[in-house]
């Protein structure tokens, strides 16, 4: 099955091809044409994820899915959650949400941190959602330098180590991303 991934994200390509397994071709954005930035202007992360695979579908009439991911913190009320991405500054710059985030914890006792990603499937002009859930908490320091983002300072329930340390097949088999493609190959073979 042939279908378009909404990112250019070169780490969460090789994630998402990981867990979908033989079977299905996934095709990136560039791939399609689609060579600008899709605006994300929703205040959900499910608003974004549709936002994205509408965008997608409208411009190339293909099957297609696209996700959002926030890491929401407890102690912060969510935060940054939808903003992730944003969080320190406008761009994409994960060392400064890791070091505003370790900020805002500082003398926080309550490390408790959640990573949601929410996944929008276009099939045939029609919509579906699913989403992918992993707890953990928040290091006092950052470790590792496997992965991506908040990586280095995530500790999945019942590790004791940080995303950043473990091998790509390791934090596929627990993570939110890696759960929500599992759901949504679930959707799709259903
Ligand atoms: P996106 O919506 O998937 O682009 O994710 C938004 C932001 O969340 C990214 O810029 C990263 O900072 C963070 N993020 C998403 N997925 C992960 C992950 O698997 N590990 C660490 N950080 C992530």
Do not use: W
Request: glycine content about 10%.
């Amino acid at each position: 099955m042939k279908i378009v991934f909404a990112t250019n994200n070169a780490h969460k390509l090789s994630e998402v091809r990981a867990v979908l397994g033989e079977g299905f071709e996934l095709v990136t954005l560039k791939e399609v044409g689609i060579t600008e930035d899709i605006p994300e202007t929703g205040s959900t992360l499910d608003e974004n994820a549709s936002i994205k695979s509408h965008y997608v579908y409208e411009r190339t009439g293909l099957d297609c899915f696209a996700d959002d991911t926030g890491l929401e913190v407890e102690a912060l009320n969510g935060a940054p959650g939808v903003r992730s991405a944003r969080y320190a500054t406008d761009g994409h710059d994960f060392a400064a949400n890791n070091r505003k985030l370790l900020h805002e914890l500082e003398g926080v006792e309550n490390r408790k941190a959640r990573f949601r990603t929410v996944i929008s499937l276009i099939r045939g002009g029609v919509e579906q959602r699913v989403e992918g859930i992993v707890n953990g908490t928040i290091a006092t320091e950052e470790s590792g330098c496997e992965g991506f983002g908040y990586d280095p300072l995530f500790i999945p329930e019942g590790k004791s180590v940080t995303f950043a340390e473990m091998s790509a097949e390791e934090k596929n088999a627990i993570s939110h991303r890696g759960r929500a493609v599992e759901a949504l190959v679930r959707i799709i073979k259903a």
